[in-house]
């Protein structure tokens, strides 16, 4: 038993440096992020003369009133609302359903659709965007909320989850509900999909968070300024950057729109994480 | 409903139990409806705009129409675009330069917070709070960073009297500064990977090691590395997929230049398709981009699958 002990002992050593480089490397993730809040609380004025001076007062509130003032920021947050919310619920449904489908019900062709679905999930949005581009114009969609919406609800990844959730399930509950006389909709609705909660959770973060995050295809579908969704219309205003009146203006703009998906982030950490990840793996 | 729940149980016969799970499994058209909804959508926005891009490649075509079949010209055209072939390089470069960064330091963090204190649990948290972040913020926060005056890097230099280096307008530099951007943002991803597959290693191997008085490197050569070899080539697979179809970052930082020299793949897409309105050679040059991500999708489908034979 001594040895052991030696060892950790020798452990608790090398712990504290490898401990001191972690630490190191989150002050760089964090460090970026105080000086964005740091220069968002300053006159543009003062920052352009002196760049220490965001190390000291005065600081002012100026930059977050004129963003909730004068900017579009909230027609673009109602529009992120509207897409993510939108592309989360249709995911929900269209995915729940096929994955009871292909999971527990036969039909005919049911392998070989399974397959190509499968094999959606190989296919990149860029392979299919400029055809999709231009199907969208042919139909008017561009600038519409359905034109953002709609491409999301093909992502096969929503079917692969539930379909493979519903497997685990023990076929014993549908049958038991069949020898009721309830219909398939019926076992479905009420005796499975309660029990598909947690990957319901899993797969709805993860489609909203990517939703509300996308940035190409927002940018070429929602051209007018009030289509834009939140990450495409922050990024619009991004172009006169260089410009010296604007810095802290941004910054609070970036706060502005960061802040609330990071607060999200902090309380349903763990499902964001396993959402992420699993989607990832596959 | 109810009164049929009201008959008792003893009224159904074990024949009407077969004949009931016969009817459940047996392949039944009307089933297909569960699915039809998304096969639906997938058809019409995935699969038809799949082929439909393969088709418009081999066209020359703007945007309202389709105009006349120009065989592999685009395509021609393409591989004698000095601007294309350096978008591939520049795409290569990137991934050679996030890549192997993501999984170094993605395993270095899991090893290190692999442990149950509350530290650990805070910079977790703390390492994929970024991933969360859109790419339009991460990169404003990182222009902010490398903008020469104000910027923190600028800052920073100055308190010791140096210059700091252009991230964003030195050419040599450039794709650099959108490289370390990314791995700022990406990094939480790696490491939670790395992380569930540490976990997933018994205890109890550790446990006889350290009673064999195996010092650290020794467990981790011979113990942990062995363990999460898989998922090392699985984090390696995903990033690459990840990293190939970058844009965001490249278009929002340096709008692809200096010269080029940052343009990738997907950038070169949107420019020739959504700019110049080339729609069939950018179509062209989606299906290059394709052809590329379908080869690491596939080698991660093998190991995914090798993975599931073995356990």
């Given at each position: 038993?001594?040895?052991?002990?030696?060892?950790?002992?020798?452990?608790?050593?090398?712990?504290?440096?490898?401990?001191?480089?972690?630490?190191?490397?989150?002050?760089?993730?964090?460090?970026?992020?105080?000086?964005?809040?740091?220069?968002?609380?300053?006159?543009?004025?003062?920052?352009?003369?002196?760049?220490?001076?965001?190390?000291?007062?005065?600081?002012?509130?100026?930059?977050?009133?004129?963003?909730?003032?004068?900017?579009?920021?909230?027609?673009?947050?109602?529009?992120?609302?509207?897409?993510?919310?939108?592309?989360?619920?249709?995911?929900?449904?269209?995915?729940?359903?096929?994955?009871?489908?292909?999971?527990?019900?036969?039909?005919?062709?049911?392998?070989?659709?399974?397959?190509?679905?499968?094999?959606?999930l190989?296919?990149?949005?860029?392979?299919?965007?400029?055809?999709?581009?231009?199907?969208?114009?042919?139909?008017?969609?561009?600038?519409?909320?359905?034109?953002?919406?709609?491409?999301?609800?093909?992502?096969?990844?929503?079917?692969?989850?539930?379909?493979?959730?519903?497997?685990?399930?023990?076929?014993?509950?549908?049958?038991?509900?069949?020898?009721?006389?309830?219909?398939?909709?019926?076992?479905?609705?009420?005796?499975?999909?309660?029990?598909?909660?947690?990957?319901?959770?899993?797969?709805?973060?993860?489609?909203?968070?990517?939703?509300?995050?996308?940035?190409?295809?927002?940018?070429?579908?929602?051209?007018?300024?009030?289509?834009?969704?939140?990450?495409?219309?922050?990024?619009?205003?991004?172009?006169?950057?260089?410009?010296?009146?604007?810095?802290?203006?941004?910054?609070?703009?970036?706060?502005?729109?960061?802040?609330?998906?990071?607060?999200?982030?902090?309380?349903?950490?763990?499902?964001?994480v396993t959402a992420v990840s699993g989607a990832a793996v596959r | 409903?109810?009164?049929?729940?009201?008959?008792?149980?003893?009224?159904?016969?074990?024949?009407?139990?077969?004949?009931?799970?016969?009817?459940?499994?047996?392949?039944?058209?009307?089933?297909?409806?569960?699915?039809?909804?998304?096969?639906?959508?997938?058809?019409?926005?995935?699969?038809?705009?799949?082929?439909?891009?393969?088709?418009?490649?081999?066209?020359?075509?703007?945007?309202?129409?389709?105009?006349?079949?120009?065989?592999?010209?685009?395509?021609?055209?393409?591989?004698?675009?000095?601007?294309?072939?350096?978008?591939?390089?520049?795409?290569?470069?990137f991934v050679l330069l996030t890549v192997p960064t993501l999984a170094l330091i993605g395993l270095f963090l899991a090893l290190c917070l692999n442990?149950?204190?509350?530290?650990?649990?805070?910079?977790r948290?703390?390492f994929f709070?970024s991933s969360?972040?859109?790419?339009?913020?991460?990169?404003?926060?990182?222009?902010?960073?490398?903008?020469?005056?104000?910027?923190?890097?600028?800052?920073?230099?100055?308190?010791?009297?140096?210059?700091?280096?252009?991230?964003?307008?030195?050419?040599?530099?450039?794709?650099?500064?959108?490289a370390?951007?990314t791995v700022w943002w990406c990094i939480g991803l790696p490491m939670m990977l790395f992380l569930s597959a540490l976990q997933q290693i018994?205890?109890?191997?550790?446990?006889?090691?350290?009673?064999?008085?195996?010092?650290?490197?020794?467990?981790l050569?011979?113990?942990t590395l062995p363990s999460i070899k898989r998922t090392f080539v699985l984090v390696v697979i995903v990033q690459i997929v990840l990293q190939f179809q970058?844009?965001?970052?490249?278009?929002?930082?340096?709008?692809?230049?200096?010269?080029?020299?940052?343009?990738?793949?997907?950038?070169?897409?949107?420019?020739?398709?959504?700019?110049?309105?080339?729609?069939?050679?950018?179509?062209?040059?989606?299906?290059?981009?394709?052809?590329?991500i379908?080869m690491a999708a596939m080698a991660q489908y093998l190991v995914t699958r090798s993975k599931a034979?073995?356990?």
């Open positions: 038993m001594r040895a052991p002990a030696i060892s950790i002992k020798g452990r608790a050593f090398g712990d504290r440096v490898l401990l001191a480089l972690v630490i190191l490397l989150s002050l760089v993730m964090v460090a970026p992020v105080l000086w964005v809040i740091g220069l968002s609380l300053k006159e543009n004025a003062e920052l352009m003369a002196n760049p220490n001076s965001v190390f000291h007062a005065p600081y002012t509130l100026k930059n977050y009133v004129n963003t909730i003032g004068t900017s579009s920021v909230f027609v673009w947050v109602f529009n992120s609302i509207i897409v993510s919310g939108g592309l989360t619920l249709g995911t929900l449904i269209l995915s729940s359903l096929a994955g009871y489908g292909f999971a527990r019900l036969n039909f005919p062709g049911r392998n070989v659709l399974f397959v190509i679905v499968l094999f959606g190989a296919v990149p949005e860029q392979a299919v965007l400029v055809a999709r581009h231009q199907i969208f114009s042919m139909l008017n969609f561009h600038n519409t909320y359905h034109g953002l919406i709609l491409p999301g609800l093909s992502a096969s990844f929503g079917v692969f989850l539930m379909t493979q959730y519903f497997k685990a399930i023990p076929k014993e509950l549908d049958e038991a509900a069949m020898l009721d006389n309830a219909s398939r909709f019926r076992t479905f609705w009420k005796v499975l999909l309660p029990l598909t909660v947690p990957a319901q959770a899993t797969l709805g973060i993860f489609t909203f968070l990517g939703a509300w995050n996308d940035y190409l295809w927002p940018l070429i579908s929602a051209t007018k300024k009030d289509m834009y969704t939140l990450t495409v219309g922050m990024a619009s205003t991004q172009t006169n950057f260089a410009q010296s009146e604007g810095i802290g203006f941004l910054m609070a703009q970036a706060v502005f729109a960061g802040a609330p998906i990071l607060i999200v982030y902090l309380f349903f950490q763990k499902y964001i | 409903m109810d009164d049929r729940r009201a008959t008792p149980p003893t009224a159904l016969p074990a024949a009407g139990v077969r004949a009931a799970s016969i009817d459940i499994y047996a392949p039944q058209w009307r089933n297909f409806i569960f699915v039809a909804p998304f096969l639906f959508f997938f058809t019409m926005l995935l699969l038809v705009p799949l082929f439909w891009g393969m088709w418009l490649s081999f066209h020359k075509a703007d945007t309202f129409s389709s105009g006349n079949f120009v065989g592999f010209g685009n395509y021609i055209r393409l591989f004698h675009d000095k601007v294309f072939l350096q978008s591939v390089w520049n795409t290569f470069y442990r149950r204190t509350r530290t650990a649990a805070v910079l948290t703390l709070s969360v972040l859109s790419v339009t913020i991460v990169t404003l926060i990182w222009r902010i960073v490398f903008i020469p005056n104000v910027g923190l890097l600028s800052t920073i230099y100055g308190w010791f009297g140096a210059t700091a280096p252009a991230f964003i307008s030195d050419p040599s530099l450039a794709m650099i500064g959108i370390i951007a018994p205890q109890d191997i550790y446990e006889a090691a350290a009673l064999d008085n195996a010092n650290r490197w020794q467990t050569r011979s113990i970058l844009f965001g970052q490249a278009w929002l930082m340096t709008r692809g230049g200096p010269n080029n020299l940052t343009k990738p793949i997907v950038l070169y897409i949107y420019d020739t398709a959504f700019r110049r309105w080339d729609l069939g050679m950018g179509a062209a040059a989606s299906e290059v981009l394709f052809i590329l379908l034979g073995q356990a």
